[in-house]
Protein backbone atom coordinates (compact mmCIF):
# COMPACT_ATOMS: atom_id res chain seq x y z
CA UNK A 1 0.00 0.00 0.00
CA UNK A 2 1.68 3.40 -1.03
CA UNK A 3 1.64 5.86 1.53
CA UNK A 4 -0.24 9.37 1.23
CA UNK A 5 2.54 12.04 0.22
CA UNK A 6 0.58 14.94 1.62
CA UNK A 7 -1.32 14.62 4.28
CA UNK A 8 -5.09 16.35 3.74
CA UNK A 9 -5.88 19.94 5.13
CA UNK A 10 -9.50 20.58 5.73
CA UNK A 11 -10.86 24.55 5.73
CA UNK A 12 -12.85 26.37 8.33
CA UNK A 13 -16.22 27.10 7.70
CA UNK A 14 -18.32 29.02 9.54
CA UNK A 15 -22.36 30.20 8.63
CA UNK A 16 -24.72 32.32 9.90
CA UNK A 17 -23.23 31.93 13.39
CA UNK A 18 -25.11 34.35 15.95
CA UNK A 19 -24.10 34.29 19.81
CA UNK A 20 -26.22 36.33 22.10
CA UNK A 21 -25.70 36.73 26.11
CA UNK A 22 -29.44 37.45 27.24
CA UNK A 23 -30.71 40.23 25.27
CA UNK A 24 -27.31 41.33 24.49
CA UNK A 25 -25.99 39.79 20.69
CA UNK A 26 -22.40 39.70 20.68
CA UNK A 27 -22.67 38.55 16.62
CA UNK A 28 -25.09 37.97 14.41
CA UNK A 29 -25.06 36.04 10.90
CA UNK A 30 -21.09 35.43 10.62
CA UNK A 31 -19.84 33.44 7.89
CA UNK A 32 -16.38 32.97 7.05
CA UNK A 33 -14.24 30.40 5.21
CA UNK A 34 -10.83 30.12 5.97
CA UNK A 35 -9.14 27.76 3.71
CA UNK A 36 -5.56 26.05 3.97
CA UNK A 37 -2.83 28.44 3.78
CA UNK A 38 -4.97 31.77 4.40
CA UNK A 39 -3.93 33.65 6.69
CA UNK A 40 -7.54 35.96 8.33
CA UNK A 41 -7.45 38.72 11.13
CA UNK A 42 -10.37 39.51 12.54
CA UNK A 43 -10.68 43.08 13.18
CA UNK A 44 -12.89 46.01 14.56
CA UNK A 45 -14.28 47.87 18.26
CA UNK A 46 -13.80 46.88 21.02
CA UNK A 47 -16.84 44.34 21.79
CA UNK A 48 -17.34 43.66 18.36
CA UNK A 49 -16.78 39.64 18.95
CA UNK A 50 -13.35 39.17 17.97
CA UNK A 51 -12.30 36.94 20.59
CA UNK A 52 -16.59 35.27 21.30
CA UNK A 53 -15.64 34.28 16.95
CA UNK A 54 -12.18 32.45 18.16
CA UNK A 55 -14.23 30.73 21.49
CA UNK A 56 -17.33 29.81 19.37
CA UNK A 57 -15.03 27.89 17.16
CA UNK A 58 -13.33 26.37 20.09
CA UNK A 59 -16.60 25.31 21.76
CA UNK A 60 -15.36 27.54 24.91
CA UNK A 61 -18.39 29.51 25.35
CA UNK A 62 -19.75 29.46 28.57
CA UNK A 63 -23.22 27.28 28.67
CA UNK A 64 -25.62 30.81 28.98
CA UNK A 65 -24.67 31.95 25.72
CA UNK A 66 -27.22 31.14 23.02
CA UNK A 67 -25.88 30.06 19.78
CA UNK A 68 -27.18 29.56 16.07
CA UNK A 69 -25.28 28.53 13.31
CA UNK A 70 -23.41 26.06 11.74
CA UNK A 71 -19.25 25.35 11.99
CA UNK A 72 -17.52 22.91 10.39
CA UNK A 73 -13.50 23.09 11.81
CA UNK A 74 -10.56 20.79 11.32
CA UNK A 75 -10.07 17.93 13.66
CA UNK A 76 -6.17 19.33 14.80
CA UNK A 77 -6.91 22.50 16.20
CA UNK A 78 -4.72 24.83 18.66
CA UNK A 79 -6.37 28.09 20.55
CA UNK A 80 -3.63 30.47 21.82
CA UNK A 81 -5.68 32.83 24.06
CA UNK A 82 -4.92 35.97 25.66
CA UNK A 83 -3.74 33.96 28.85
CA UNK A 84 -2.31 30.51 28.15
CA UNK A 85 -4.39 27.87 29.92
CA UNK A 86 -1.50 25.82 31.31
CA UNK A 87 -1.61 24.74 35.18
CA UNK A 88 0.00 27.07 37.65
CA UNK A 89 1.21 23.44 38.81
CA UNK A 90 2.79 22.33 35.69
CA UNK A 91 6.50 22.87 34.82
CA UNK A 92 8.12 23.90 31.70
CA UNK A 93 9.11 20.21 31.24
CA UNK A 94 5.34 18.99 31.72
CA UNK A 95 4.23 21.50 29.01
CA UNK A 96 6.42 20.74 26.41
CA UNK A 97 6.41 17.01 27.18
CA UNK A 98 2.66 16.99 26.78
CA UNK A 99 2.97 18.89 23.36
CA UNK A 100 5.19 16.40 21.96
CA UNK A 101 3.52 13.48 23.44
CA UNK A 102 0.99 13.07 20.53
CA UNK A 103 3.31 13.14 18.05
CA UNK A 104 6.09 10.64 19.66
CA UNK A 105 3.20 8.45 20.10
CA UNK A 106 2.37 8.82 16.57
CA UNK A 107 5.88 8.04 15.29
CA UNK A 108 6.08 5.08 17.37
CA UNK A 109 2.42 3.82 16.17
CA UNK A 110 3.92 3.85 12.45
CA UNK A 111 7.23 2.47 13.14
CA UNK A 112 5.47 -0.66 15.08
CA UNK A 113 2.98 -1.25 12.92
CA UNK A 114 4.77 -0.83 9.78
CA UNK A 115 5.90 -4.85 10.02
CA UNK A 116 2.46 -5.72 9.45
CA UNK A 117 1.28 -4.09 6.64
CA UNK A 118 -0.36 -7.37 5.09
CA UNK A 119 -3.33 -7.29 7.24
CA UNK A 120 -6.14 -4.93 5.60
CA UNK A 121 -7.25 -3.40 8.78
CA UNK A 122 -3.83 -2.84 10.23
CA UNK A 123 -2.81 -1.32 6.78
CA UNK A 124 -5.78 1.21 7.29
CA UNK A 125 -4.50 2.06 10.87
CA UNK A 126 -0.81 2.66 9.75
CA UNK A 127 -2.15 4.97 6.88
CA UNK A 128 -4.17 7.07 9.62
CA UNK A 129 -0.99 6.74 11.73
CA UNK A 130 1.07 7.86 8.69
CA UNK A 131 -0.75 10.74 8.02
CA UNK A 132 -0.91 12.47 11.41
CA UNK A 133 2.57 12.11 11.85
CA UNK A 134 3.14 13.82 8.48
CA UNK A 135 0.87 16.82 8.86
CA UNK A 136 2.53 17.23 12.25
CA UNK A 137 5.96 16.85 10.91
CA UNK A 138 6.40 14.43 13.95
CA UNK A 139 9.84 12.64 13.55
CA UNK A 140 11.21 16.49 13.98
CA UNK A 141 9.15 17.19 16.80
CA UNK A 142 12.17 17.00 19.22
CA UNK A 143 14.37 18.84 17.63
CA UNK A 144 11.48 21.71 17.35
CA UNK A 145 11.02 22.39 20.99
CA UNK A 146 14.30 22.04 21.87
CA UNK A 147 15.29 24.96 19.44
CA UNK A 148 11.72 26.50 19.99
CA UNK A 149 12.63 26.81 23.56
CA UNK A 150 16.54 28.15 22.37
CA UNK A 151 15.45 31.13 20.50
CA UNK A 152 12.59 31.76 22.31
CA UNK A 153 14.73 32.04 25.60
CA UNK A 154 13.40 29.39 27.82
CA UNK A 155 16.43 27.49 27.47
CA UNK A 156 17.78 29.26 30.55
CA UNK A 157 15.25 28.71 32.48
CA UNK A 158 14.92 25.55 34.82
CA UNK A 159 12.87 23.14 33.37
CA UNK A 160 11.25 22.40 36.73
CA UNK A 161 10.06 26.30 37.23
CA UNK A 162 6.42 26.37 37.64
CA UNK A 163 3.77 27.98 35.09
CA UNK A 164 2.59 29.91 38.15
CA UNK A 165 6.13 31.27 38.40
CA UNK A 166 6.56 32.81 34.96
CA UNK A 167 6.30 36.08 34.09
CA UNK A 168 2.94 36.67 31.51
CA UNK A 169 5.84 37.33 28.63
CA UNK A 170 7.16 33.95 29.44
CA UNK A 171 3.82 32.47 29.44
CA UNK A 172 3.13 33.18 25.92
CA UNK A 173 6.55 32.02 24.72
CA UNK A 174 6.09 28.77 26.55
CA UNK A 175 2.51 28.87 24.83
CA UNK A 176 4.29 29.64 21.00
CA UNK A 177 6.62 26.59 21.55
CA UNK A 178 4.49 24.25 22.20
CA UNK A 179 2.44 25.35 19.15
CA UNK A 180 5.68 25.02 17.28
CA UNK A 181 6.29 21.82 18.18
CA UNK A 182 2.76 20.64 17.22
CA UNK A 183 2.08 22.16 14.03
CA UNK A 184 -1.73 22.42 13.99
CA UNK A 185 -3.47 22.32 11.13
CA UNK A 186 -6.05 24.78 12.44
CA UNK A 187 -4.40 27.67 14.48
CA UNK A 188 -6.88 30.40 16.48
CA UNK A 189 -5.07 33.20 17.98
CA UNK A 190 -5.96 35.83 19.84
CA UNK A 191 -3.63 38.74 20.09
CA UNK A 192 -0.49 36.88 20.48
CA UNK A 193 2.00 39.58 20.01
CA UNK A 194 0.92 40.96 23.80
CA UNK A 195 3.76 40.27 26.15
CA UNK A 196 6.29 39.39 22.94
CA UNK A 197 9.68 41.39 22.04
CA UNK A 198 10.78 41.70 18.52
CA UNK A 199 12.98 38.67 18.53
CA UNK A 200 9.94 36.36 19.74
CA UNK A 201 7.45 38.47 17.05
CA UNK A 202 9.68 37.78 14.42
CA UNK A 203 9.98 33.87 15.18
CA UNK A 204 5.88 33.50 15.22
CA UNK A 205 5.80 35.72 12.04
CA UNK A 206 7.80 32.86 10.35
CA UNK A 207 6.17 30.55 11.79
CA UNK A 208 2.71 31.44 10.72
CA UNK A 209 3.93 31.44 7.12
CA UNK A 210 5.32 28.55 7.22
CA UNK A 211 2.31 26.55 8.65
CA UNK A 212 0.19 25.15 6.05
CA UNK A 213 -3.17 24.77 7.64
CA UNK A 214 -5.64 27.53 8.35
CA UNK A 215 -4.66 30.47 10.90
CA UNK A 216 -7.15 32.92 12.07
CA UNK A 217 -6.23 35.41 14.87
CA UNK A 218 -7.43 38.71 16.35
CA UNK A 219 -4.55 41.12 16.75
CA UNK A 220 -3.84 45.25 17.74
CA UNK A 221 -0.61 44.66 16.40
CA UNK A 222 -0.56 46.51 12.61
CA UNK A 223 3.05 45.66 11.45
CA UNK A 224 1.86 41.79 12.31
CA UNK A 225 -0.98 42.11 10.20
CA UNK A 226 0.73 43.76 7.23
CA UNK A 227 3.39 40.95 7.92
CA UNK A 228 1.45 37.75 7.93
CA UNK A 229 -2.52 38.40 6.98
CA UNK A 230 -3.35 37.05 3.43
CA UNK A 231 -7.35 38.53 4.21
CA UNK A 232 -9.02 40.43 7.15
CA UNK A 233 -12.29 40.59 8.47
CA UNK A 234 -14.12 43.29 9.71
CA UNK A 235 -16.55 42.16 12.15
CA UNK A 236 -17.60 46.48 12.69
CA UNK A 237 -17.42 46.84 9.41
CA UNK A 238 -19.28 50.52 7.76
CA UNK A 239 -22.61 50.58 5.94
CA UNK A 240 -21.18 49.55 2.55
CA UNK A 241 -18.99 47.13 3.92
CA UNK A 242 -15.64 46.73 3.54
CA UNK A 243 -15.53 45.93 0.14
CA UNK A 244 -18.11 48.80 -0.51
CA UNK A 245 -20.83 46.04 -1.52
CA UNK A 246 -21.57 45.30 2.16
CA UNK A 247 -19.16 42.52 2.58
CA UNK A 248 -17.20 42.47 5.27
CA UNK A 249 -13.90 40.57 3.73
CA UNK A 250 -11.05 42.57 3.04
CA UNK A 251 -7.71 40.70 0.59
CA UNK A 252 -4.77 41.90 2.30
CA UNK A 253 -2.99 43.61 5.01
CA UNK A 254 -3.62 46.39 7.77
CA UNK A 255 -2.10 49.46 5.71
CA UNK A 256 -3.92 48.45 2.52
CA UNK A 257 -6.99 47.85 4.39
CA UNK A 258 -6.95 51.15 6.35
CA UNK A 259 -6.55 53.43 3.26
CA UNK A 260 -10.08 50.98 1.66
CA UNK A 261 -11.90 51.48 5.07
CA UNK A 262 -11.66 54.89 5.22
CA UNK A 263 -12.64 55.22 1.37
CA UNK A 264 -15.61 52.87 2.26
CA UNK A 265 -16.58 55.43 4.99
CA UNK A 266 -16.39 58.60 2.43
CA UNK A 267 -18.83 56.76 -0.15
CA UNK A 268 -21.13 55.99 2.55
CA UNK A 269 -21.23 59.90 3.54
CA UNK A 270 -21.61 60.62 0.17
CA UNK A 271 -24.11 58.53 -0.74
CA UNK A 272 -26.27 59.28 1.86
CA UNK A 273 -26.03 63.02 1.44
CA UNK A 274 -27.13 61.75 -2.41
CA UNK A 275 -29.76 60.02 -1.10
CA UNK A 276 -31.29 62.58 1.03
CA UNK A 277 -30.87 65.33 -1.46
CA UNK A 278 -32.81 62.70 -3.85
CA UNK A 279 -35.55 61.73 -1.39
CA UNK A 280 -36.00 65.75 -0.93
CA UNK A 281 -36.97 65.98 -4.62
CA UNK A 282 -39.05 63.22 -4.47
CA UNK A 283 -41.45 64.28 -1.70
CA UNK A 284 -41.25 67.52 -3.09
CA UNK A 285 -42.80 66.23 -6.00
CA UNK A 286 -45.31 64.15 -4.59
CA UNK A 287 -46.69 67.31 -3.12
CA UNK A 288 -47.01 69.23 -6.52
CA UNK A 289 -50.65 70.32 -6.95
CA UNK A 290 -52.60 71.87 -9.84
CA UNK A 291 -51.09 75.27 -10.14
CA UNK A 292 -47.76 73.39 -10.55
CA UNK A 293 -49.07 72.24 -13.41
CA UNK A 294 -51.66 74.81 -15.07
CA UNK A 295 -50.56 78.05 -13.22
CA UNK A 296 -52.62 81.43 -14.02
CA UNK A 297 -55.99 82.53 -13.48
CA UNK A 298 -59.46 81.01 -13.46
CA UNK A 299 -61.96 80.94 -16.42
CA UNK A 300 -63.55 83.89 -18.65
CA UNK A 301 -67.11 83.08 -18.89
CA UNK A 302 -67.50 82.57 -22.03
CA UNK A 303 -64.64 79.75 -22.01
CA UNK A 304 -65.69 77.75 -18.72
CA UNK A 305 -65.95 74.52 -20.98
CA UNK A 306 -62.69 74.35 -22.42
CA UNK A 307 -61.60 75.13 -18.90
CA UNK A 308 -62.91 72.03 -17.72
CA UNK A 309 -62.40 69.79 -20.36
CA UNK A 310 -58.93 70.82 -19.95
CA UNK A 311 -58.62 70.96 -16.20
CA UNK A 312 -59.64 67.28 -16.29
CA UNK A 313 -56.19 66.64 -18.41
CA UNK A 314 -54.77 68.53 -15.72
CA UNK A 315 -56.05 66.25 -13.06
CA UNK A 316 -55.41 63.12 -14.78
CA UNK A 317 -51.75 64.50 -15.28
CA UNK A 318 -51.26 65.53 -11.75
CA UNK A 319 -52.77 62.06 -10.76
CA UNK A 320 -49.96 60.14 -12.61
CA UNK A 321 -46.96 62.71 -11.40
CA UNK A 322 -48.22 62.03 -7.89
CA UNK A 323 -48.59 58.59 -8.41
CA UNK A 324 -45.16 58.56 -9.99
CA UNK A 325 -43.38 60.40 -7.64
CA UNK A 326 -44.59 58.19 -4.68
CA UNK A 327 -43.26 55.21 -6.55
CA UNK A 328 -40.24 56.40 -6.45
CA UNK A 329 -40.47 57.98 -3.10
CA UNK A 330 -41.53 54.35 -1.49
CA UNK A 331 -38.25 52.61 -3.60
CA UNK A 332 -35.49 55.19 -2.68
CA UNK A 333 -37.09 55.00 1.44
CA UNK A 334 -36.82 51.65 0.96
CA UNK A 335 -33.26 51.06 -0.63
CA UNK A 336 -31.80 54.35 1.15
CA UNK A 337 -28.30 53.51 3.34
CA UNK A 338 -28.65 54.09 6.90
CA UNK A 339 -27.33 57.22 8.32
CA UNK A 340 -23.54 57.03 9.02
CA UNK A 341 -23.42 56.87 12.99
CA UNK A 342 -20.40 59.34 14.70
CA UNK A 343 -17.80 57.35 15.23
CA UNK A 344 -16.79 56.78 18.72
CA UNK A 345 -13.71 59.11 18.51
CA UNK A 346 -11.38 60.08 21.62
CA UNK A 347 -12.45 63.11 22.66
CA UNK A 348 -10.17 64.63 25.55
CA UNK A 349 -6.58 65.63 26.31
CA UNK A 350 -4.59 62.84 27.75
CA UNK A 351 -2.53 65.32 29.99
CA UNK A 352 -3.30 68.88 31.54
CA UNK A 353 -3.37 71.84 29.13
CA UNK A 354 0.10 73.44 30.09
CA UNK A 355 3.43 72.18 30.44
CA UNK A 356 4.82 74.28 32.79
CA UNK A 357 8.43 74.51 33.40
CA UNK A 358 11.65 72.77 35.43
CA UNK A 359 12.23 68.80 36.09
CA UNK A 360 9.45 66.67 36.51
CA UNK A 361 11.54 63.17 37.05
CA UNK A 362 14.99 62.69 38.56
CA UNK A 363 16.48 58.99 38.93
CA UNK A 364 20.04 58.02 40.13
CA UNK A 365 21.68 54.67 40.90
CA UNK A 366 17.60 52.80 41.11
CA UNK A 367 17.64 49.29 41.89
CA UNK A 368 14.87 47.41 42.22
CA UNK A 369 16.15 43.88 43.10
CA UNK A 370 15.75 41.37 40.47
CA UNK A 371 13.73 43.45 38.19
CA UNK A 372 15.43 46.68 37.48
CA UNK A 373 18.79 49.06 37.44
CA UNK A 374 18.87 52.12 35.99
CA UNK A 375 21.74 54.76 36.82
CA UNK A 376 20.41 57.94 35.28
CA UNK A 377 17.18 59.13 34.21
CA UNK A 378 15.96 63.24 33.96
CA UNK A 379 12.90 64.25 32.67
CA UNK A 380 11.77 68.17 32.06
CA UNK A 381 7.89 69.31 31.83
CA UNK A 382 6.64 68.45 28.74
CA UNK A 383 8.80 65.56 27.42
CA UNK A 384 7.61 62.38 26.05
CA UNK A 385 9.58 59.59 26.89
CA UNK A 386 9.07 55.82 24.75
CA UNK A 387 11.00 53.00 27.04
CA UNK A 388 11.57 49.68 25.23
CA UNK A 389 13.44 46.44 25.95
CA UNK A 390 12.95 43.17 25.92
CA UNK A 391 10.76 40.71 28.39
CA UNK A 392 12.03 41.13 31.90
CA UNK A 393 13.80 43.82 31.00
CA UNK A 394 12.03 46.20 33.64
CA UNK A 395 9.88 48.46 31.86
CA UNK A 396 6.62 47.72 34.04
CA UNK A 397 8.88 48.12 37.27
CA UNK A 398 10.52 51.55 36.35
CA UNK A 399 6.39 53.42 35.17
CA UNK A 400 5.47 51.26 38.13
CA UNK A 401 8.22 53.06 40.42
CA UNK A 402 7.62 56.59 39.17
CA UNK A 403 3.58 56.42 40.19
CA UNK A 404 4.89 55.41 43.75
CA UNK A 405 3.40 51.82 43.16
CA UNK A 406 6.83 50.09 43.52
CA UNK A 407 9.01 51.06 46.06
CA UNK A 408 12.61 50.71 44.64
CA UNK A 409 15.39 48.62 46.54
CA UNK A 410 17.76 52.03 46.84
CA UNK A 411 18.88 55.08 44.72
CA UNK A 412 16.74 58.45 44.37
CA UNK A 413 13.60 59.27 42.34
CA UNK A 414 12.03 62.42 42.58
CA UNK A 415 8.81 62.74 40.74
CA UNK A 416 7.94 66.87 40.86
CA UNK A 417 4.52 66.53 39.17
CA UNK A 418 1.64 66.98 41.30
CA UNK A 419 -1.16 64.89 39.50
CA UNK A 420 0.51 61.31 38.31
CA UNK A 421 -1.33 58.54 36.85
CA UNK A 422 -0.89 55.64 35.51
CA UNK A 423 -2.40 52.98 32.93
CA UNK A 424 -0.81 49.52 33.95
CA UNK A 425 -1.10 46.07 31.59
CA UNK A 426 -3.91 44.47 33.74
CA UNK A 427 -5.80 47.01 35.46
CA UNK A 428 -7.71 46.25 38.40
CA UNK A 429 -11.03 47.25 39.81
CA UNK A 430 -12.10 46.73 43.20
CA UNK A 431 -15.85 45.96 42.48
CA UNK A 432 -16.73 44.31 39.28
CA UNK A 433 -20.46 43.98 39.48
CA UNK A 434 -20.59 48.01 39.44
CA UNK A 435 -21.44 49.64 35.92
CA UNK A 436 -18.69 50.80 34.42
CA UNK A 437 -20.10 54.34 35.21
CA UNK A 438 -20.00 54.08 38.57
CA UNK A 439 -16.71 52.33 38.78
CA UNK A 440 -15.57 55.07 36.98
CA UNK A 441 -16.99 57.77 39.36
CA UNK A 442 -15.73 55.81 42.04
CA UNK A 443 -12.23 55.59 41.24
CA UNK A 444 -12.17 59.22 40.05
CA UNK A 445 -14.63 61.16 42.74
CA UNK A 446 -18.29 61.89 42.28
CA UNK A 447 -17.23 65.38 42.08
CA UNK A 448 -15.08 65.16 39.04
CA UNK A 449 -17.57 62.54 37.63
CA UNK A 450 -19.69 65.42 37.55
CA UNK A 451 -17.46 67.44 35.66
CA UNK A 452 -16.10 65.17 33.47
CA UNK A 453 -18.39 62.18 33.20
CA UNK A 454 -17.40 58.93 31.18
CA UNK A 455 -19.63 59.28 28.06
CA UNK A 456 -18.02 62.69 27.44
CA UNK A 457 -14.11 61.25 26.94
CA UNK A 458 -15.14 59.68 23.63
CA UNK A 459 -13.79 55.92 25.20
CA UNK A 460 -16.75 53.94 25.26
CA UNK A 461 -19.91 54.38 23.64
CA UNK A 462 -23.53 55.24 25.58
CA UNK A 463 -24.45 51.72 25.49
CA UNK A 464 -21.78 49.87 27.32
CA UNK A 465 -21.84 52.53 30.65
CA UNK A 466 -24.46 51.18 32.42
CA UNK A 467 -22.71 47.35 31.65
CA UNK A 468 -20.77 46.03 34.77
CA UNK A 469 -17.31 45.62 34.42
CA UNK A 470 -17.42 42.09 34.72
CA UNK A 471 -19.35 41.84 31.27
CA UNK A 472 -17.34 44.07 29.29
CA UNK A 473 -14.56 42.73 26.78
CA UNK A 474 -10.76 43.28 27.81
CA UNK A 475 -10.71 45.81 25.67
CA UNK A 476 -13.32 47.56 27.15
CA UNK A 477 -12.17 47.34 30.56
CA UNK A 478 -8.80 48.65 29.32
CA UNK A 479 -11.02 51.58 27.56
CA UNK A 480 -12.31 52.15 30.87
CA UNK A 481 -8.80 52.35 32.78
CA UNK A 482 -7.47 54.88 30.18
CA UNK A 483 -10.64 57.18 30.78
CA UNK A 484 -9.99 56.86 34.80
CA UNK A 485 -6.04 58.00 33.61
CA UNK A 486 -6.63 60.81 31.86
CA UNK A 487 -9.89 62.48 33.62
CA UNK A 488 -7.67 64.24 36.37
CA UNK A 489 -5.61 65.61 33.32
CA UNK A 490 -1.97 64.54 34.80
CA UNK A 491 1.38 66.51 34.94
CA UNK A 492 2.92 63.12 34.34
CA UNK A 493 1.07 60.14 32.14
CA UNK A 494 2.48 57.00 32.70
CA UNK A 495 1.26 54.41 29.97
CA UNK A 496 2.30 50.64 29.76
CA UNK A 497 1.76 48.77 26.85
CA UNK A 498 -1.36 51.39 25.90
CA UNK A 499 -1.85 49.65 22.18
CA UNK A 500 -2.74 46.30 24.11
CA UNK A 501 -6.49 45.07 23.58
CA UNK A 502 -7.46 48.31 22.02
CA UNK A 503 -8.95 49.12 18.70
CA UNK A 504 -6.91 50.00 15.99
CA UNK A 505 -9.34 52.91 15.42
CA UNK A 506 -8.49 53.78 19.03
CA UNK A 507 -5.12 53.22 18.69
CA UNK A 508 -4.18 55.97 15.86
CA UNK A 509 -6.18 58.19 17.86
CA UNK A 510 -4.28 57.49 21.14
CA UNK A 511 -0.87 57.85 19.13
CA UNK A 512 -2.09 61.28 17.50
CA UNK A 513 -2.84 62.63 21.01
CA UNK A 514 0.43 61.57 22.53
CA UNK A 515 2.02 63.74 20.18
CA UNK A 516 -0.59 66.62 21.18
CA UNK A 517 0.00 66.48 24.58
CA UNK A 518 1.75 69.19 26.30
CA UNK A 519 2.04 67.30 29.88
CA UNK A 520 5.26 64.79 30.13
CA UNK A 521 4.16 61.43 29.09
CA UNK A 522 6.61 58.21 29.17
CA UNK A 523 5.13 55.41 27.34
CA UNK A 524 6.67 51.42 27.72
CA UNK A 525 5.71 49.33 24.39
CA UNK A 526 6.73 46.53 22.07
CA UNK A 527 4.38 48.17 19.66
CA UNK A 528 6.53 48.01 16.47
CA UNK A 529 4.17 50.47 14.69
CA UNK A 530 4.28 52.60 17.32
CA UNK A 531 7.95 52.36 18.18
CA UNK A 532 8.75 53.00 14.04
CA UNK A 533 6.87 56.26 14.55
CA UNK A 534 7.93 58.03 18.04
CA UNK A 535 9.01 61.41 17.82
CA UNK A 536 10.34 61.70 21.45
CA UNK A 537 13.13 60.78 23.10
CA UNK A 538 13.51 56.88 23.79
CA UNK A 539 15.20 54.29 26.64
CA UNK A 540 16.03 51.05 26.04
CA UNK A 541 16.32 49.53 29.10
CA UNK A 542 19.10 46.26 29.19
CA UNK A 543 17.75 42.28 30.16
Known amino acids: MSAPATPSLAPLVVRDLSVAFGRRTVLDGIDLLAQPGRRIGLIGENGAGKSTLLRAVTGDLPATAQVTGTIERPADLAFLTQEPPFADGDTIADV????????????????????????????????????????????????????????????????????????????????????????????????????????????????????????????????????????????????????????????????????????????????????????????????????????????????????????????????????????????????????????????????????????????????????????????????????????????????????GRIAPTAGIVQVAAQRVAELTQDPMFPDLTASADDAYAATVGPDLAVRRPLRSLGLLPARELPKPVVLLSVGQRRRLALAIAVATEPDLLLLDEPTNHLSLALVSELEEAIGLSAGTIVVASHDRWLRRRWEGASLELDS
Not at 125 to 132: F, H, S, T, V
Not at 184 to 210: G, I, S, Y
Open 96 to 403: LATALRPLREAVAKVETLADRLDDPATAEEYAAALELALAHDAWDADRRALLAAEQLGLDHLPQDRRVGLLSGGQRTRLALATLMTRRPQCLLLDEPTNHLDDEAVALLVAFLRDLPGVVVLTSHDRVLLDEVCTDLVDLDPVGMGTDGRGGRRYGGGWSAYADARAAARRRWEETYAQQQEELERLRAAARIDKSAIAPGRGPRDNDKFIHAFKGANVDRALARRKRDAERRLEEAERTQVRRPPAPLRLATGLTAGAAGSGRVVTVRDLTVAGRLRLPVLDLAAGDHLLVTGANGSGKSTLLGVLS
